[in-house]
Each structure stands twice: as structure tokens, then as C-alpha cells.
């Protein structure tokens, strides 16, 4: 068997979209799972729809992604060039090998005819009036500098066959199938006859794309068909829904959240994260496993486990993969990527950070979520002093000032201010008054933090602020007692 080749052929029309980079991921796949290559191929044919700076997107997507590829326009290979606005010489002589073989026409019919002809025929067809032309009358046009497009002739009686990896065998009566357009009158590819002639020029031998293009395979096949060369592997993948609000789903639009890879990433999931997600988005393996790195997913995927039904994506699915990956990092690298999101809320404090990691680590879900949690070590918020009582701690209006002072002396007289001297002070105070941990513990974390939730308890929340700043917010809270 030929070497495994698989491409990802987006057009630069815009923003990655889960869906998108889900074609891009499963193409990868399907490639490095049998040790095969991964073609990165820009498809700009259509030259309308193309957005500035979308070509960027892709490739900062796929880095991010991990998602590398072995041949593409910024690495060149073989069978370059990759981006079909560069290859735009090479189409119009296949177009015409298959003229002189019969299989292909010059249509010189105007736009104003076809347009009657579009409006007067029963689905909008084209009714291949230049099919049979005589040469003599093609010639004489030719000859005269009539403008054409070059079409396919397509059986006009039968079916077509082609059986999906995915989808199984699928059959199109070739009734329903246009004499397609190769070449446009500016002698540049159509779409469609670009994409076959680069998959077959680049040895592709697995096309794996969205089902959207499912109902245009048959056209594909035909030219493949037509040209005597091998029909590639299909793999057409299944609709990706979103939950709507009433219980139902419909297709993954911006209204469900964000679709964008890169919009993901800035909401504060990790690029692991959403890759693992999506790979399950349509696929499943055998053990029902769930978290996979990328390597991983690279030697177990297999092409029978995709599914031909649609998949939802689900935000809370998301959330919860995000932080089990946030869980299962080291703490010193959640430090590291939380670091933005500290300094974003702490501005310049001088904090230990990796300290500040490890009480957040556990509670945090997206890193956009750590800002709020933490604003408090900046500055000590406004508060009422009703957050002093607390049924559960066994704290009062009456109390909270007595364990709160009695905090206060105790911690001022440490010689050493950490961890365990401040949990041995706490625990031991508690002891000493007879009372509940949480009756010392919550008047002294209210008063630090200033606000009931928090991620660490008093014990953290006061070794990170330090000594002087934490006896400092506690003579606030005694003055608010007091008052
Ligand atoms: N350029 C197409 C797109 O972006 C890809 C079609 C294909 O993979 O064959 O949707």
C-alpha cells in the first residue's frame, strides 16, 4: 500500500472554527496513526471569499494546536506548491486533456442565456446546450473569440456509487448531476476541480472533510473517474450541534459560545484541553477513555471508530476536561500560565506565585476565571461586617472581635511567619479557648480577604499575604467590630 497522505485544505475565508480545526485534528490523525504525512494545503481559488490575515489564523492555530505539519507552504515539500493560487497554471491542461478525450466541452453560452435557461428548466439546471456542438461551429467561435467555461460531461443515465468510511455506501442518480464547470472563463479551476487535481497531484490518499461535501463526492468521483486515477479514502465526518437554551440542538453557531479556536483559548481553556475535547467530538475509542494527549490519540485513533452521528459540543464537557487538565499539571507549571491572570489582578504586588498556584490550582476551571478569585490580595475589598457571622463557624457579632484580637496577638508574636507556624497558632488558639477551628479560622479569613469565598483557607490566605499585611487587614476588621 502507498504511503498515508492526508491534507488540510482550508479556505482563508475567515476565523478557525471548532469544526474546522476538528477536520484539521482528524486529518493529522488518520495520518500519524499510520505512519503517514500530513499536508497542509492553503485553498484560495476563490478569490471573493478570502479574508486578510486568515492564512495567519491557520497556521498560529495549528502551532498552538500541536498540530505540525510535514509539508505546506511554509515548509515547502514535494509537491509544491501548497497554495492553490500559486498552482493556477496547472489546471486548464488537465481541463483540456479531457476535452480531447470527449469527456469535457467548451460552453460558449452567454450569462443572459443561461439565465433563461436557469429560470425555464425544472431545478435550475444547465440543459447542455454546447455539449454536442458541432466542430466546425466551435471552431468558428473559437475563432471569433467567444468567451466559454470548460464543463465535465456527466453520465446522463445510471448512478454513481462510492462507498464512505464514514457514511457507508452512498448512490446519486447521474440525472441529478450538472455538467460542472472545470474552468472559468478566465481560464482559472473552479473550486471543486482544483481540490481533485491538487489531491491527486499531491498524492493524497485519505480526504477527510466535513459532510457538508458529502453530496459533492459524486462529482469528485466522476472526474477521478474520468482521468483513469485512483479514488482517494473518504472520510466525510459528522455535524457538529449546539445545545440551544429550549433542550434542542442545532447547528454549532455563535450563539451557543465561542466557536473560534483562538476566542477559546482567550476564554481560558488550554490548548490540550480543547484538542482532547475535540478529538471526541465524532470519535470514540474502544475503551471509552477520555483524556488523551495528543501522542496518545495518535496510536489510538482508527477511522472506525468515527461516528456518522452528529456530536454536540458541549460548554460543561469542555469545562470539565479543562480542569482536569489544569489538575493534572505540575503546580509550578500552572504558575506559569496562570502568570498573566496574576498580573492582570495583582498588577505589581509581590506575591509567590507558585504558592498562589497551589491554593488555586484545584478550584480553577478556565484560567479567565482566576482574576476574580484572587483581586482580594490586591487590595483588601469593601465589606460588611455581617460576613463576621457565620452559623456553621459558630461566629457572632459578639465573638468574632474576641478570636479576631486574639488572632491578631498571637500571629504578631511569631518569629517565624510560614505555614506551619501560622496552622500550629491557629489550631492551638482554638484549643486553648475551647472552641471550634472554624471559630478562629473564619473571623480571621474574612477579615483578610474581606470577602465569605475564597479560594485557601485562612492558613494560605495568610501565609501569602505576609505578616504585616494580613495584622494589617485584621486592624481593619477590628475597627469595623468595634464600631
Ligand atoms: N477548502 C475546503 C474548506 O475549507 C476544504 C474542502 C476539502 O477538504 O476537500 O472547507
Redesign the pocket.
Known amino acids: 500500500m502507498s504511503k498515508v497522505r492526508t491534507r488540510f485544505?482550508?479556505?482563508p475565508?475567515g476565523f478557525m472554527h471548532v469544526g474546522?480545526l476538528r477536520?484539521a485534528l482528524y486529518e493529522y490523525l488518520v495520518a500519524k496513526s499510520m505512519n503517514g504525512a500530513f499536508v497542509l494545503r492553503i485553498?484560495d481559488t476563490d478569490r471573493e471569499r478570502l479574508v486578510d490575515g486568515a492564512v495567519d489564523v491557520i497556521y498560529n492555530t495549528m502551532k498552538v494546536a500541536g498540530l505540525i505539519h510535514d509539508e505546506g507552504p511554509d515548509v515547502g515539500g514535494e509537491y509544491g506548491p501548497y497554495v492553490q493560487s500559486e498552482r493556477k497554471d496547472m489546471y486548464l491542461p488537465y481541463a483540456e486533456k479531457l476535452i480531447k478525450e470527449g469527456k469535457a466541452y467548451r460552453c460558449f453560452c452567454t450569462k443572459e442565456r443561461l439565465e433563461e435557461v436557469q429560470n425555464s428548466t425544472v431545478g435550475g439546471g444547465y440543459d447542455r446546450h454546447c455539449r454536442d456542438l458541432d466542430q466546425k461551429e466551435i471552431d468558428r467561435l473559437l475563432e471569433a473569440g467567444t468567451p466559454y467555461v470548460i464543463r465535465q460531461k456527466m453520465p446522463i443515465t445510471g448512478t454513481t456509487k462510492f462507498v464512505d468510511a464514514v457514511f457507508g455506501e452512498i448512490t446519486v442518480d447521474n440525472s441529478e448531476l450538472q455538467d460542472q464547470i472545470l474552468i472559468k472563463a478566465d481560464g482559472y479551476p473552479t473550486?471543486n476541480f482544483a481540490?481533485v487535481i491538487d489531491d491527486h497531484t499531491m498524492g493524497i490518499t485519505h480526504?477527510?472533510?466535513?459532510s457538508e461535501?458529502l453530496s459533492s463526492t459524486p462529482k469528485y468521483n466522476l472526474l477521478y473517474e474520468a482521468f483513469g486515477w485512483d479514488i482517494p479514502t473518504y472520510i466525510h465526518l459528522p455535524l457538529i450541534n449546539g445545545k440551544n437554551d429550549d433542550g434542542t440542538v442545532s447547528k454549532l453557531s455563535k450563539r451557543h459560545g465561542s466557536t473560534g479556536f483562538e476566542d477559546l483559548i482567550s476564554e481560558g481553556y488550554l490548548p490540550e484541553a480543547i484538542i482532547n475535547y475535540i478529538a471526541l467530538l465524532g470519535w470514540c475509542p474502544k475503551d471509552n477513555r477520555e483524556i488523551f494527549t495528543l501522542d496518545e490519540l495518535c496510536k489510538v485513533f482508527d477511522i472506525s471508530g468515527i461516528s456518522k452521528s452528529p456530536s454536540v459540543f458541549d460548554y460543561d464537557k469542555l469545562d470539565w476536561f479543562n480542569a482536569e487538565y489544569i489538575r493534572n499539571m505540575s503546580v509550578e507549571e500552572f504558575a506559569t500560565i496562570a502568570t498573566p491572570y496574576f498580573k492582570e489582578a495583582l498588577k505589581d504586588k509581590e506575591i509567590d506565585y507558585v504558592k498562589l498556584a497551589s491554593i488555586l490550582q484545584q478550584r480553577t476551571v478556565k484560567l479567565t476565571d482566576i482574576p476574580d478569585m484572587i483581586d482580594f490580595f490586591n487590595e483588601l475589598p469593601q465589606y460588611d461586617k455581617e460576613l463576621f457571622v457565620n452559623k456553621k463557624s459558630k461566629t457572632n457579632l459578639e465573638n468574632a472581635p474576641i478570636m479576631l484580637k486574639a488572632v491578631y496577638d498571637k500571629l504578631s508574636a511569631l518569629s517565624e511567619y510560614n505555614h506551619d507556624s501560622i496552622h500550629d497558632a491557629l489550631i492551638g488558639l482554638a484549643t486553648q479557648l475551647e472552641v471550634k477551628n472554624g471559630t478562629v479560622m473564619w473571623p480571621a479569613r474574612i477579615a483578610v480577604a474581606g470577602k465569605q469565598v475564597t479560594p485557601g483557607g485562612a492558613i494560605e490566605i495568610l501565609e501569602i499575604l505576609g505578616k504585616e499585611e494580613s495584622l494589617r487587614r485584621m486592624e481593619i476588621g477590628l475597627d469595623k467590630l468595634s464600631n
Not at 207 to 210: A, D, L, S, T
Open positions: 485544505a482550508p479556505s475565508t474546522n477536520t485553498e473550486y481540490n480526504v477527510v472533510r466535513g461535501y
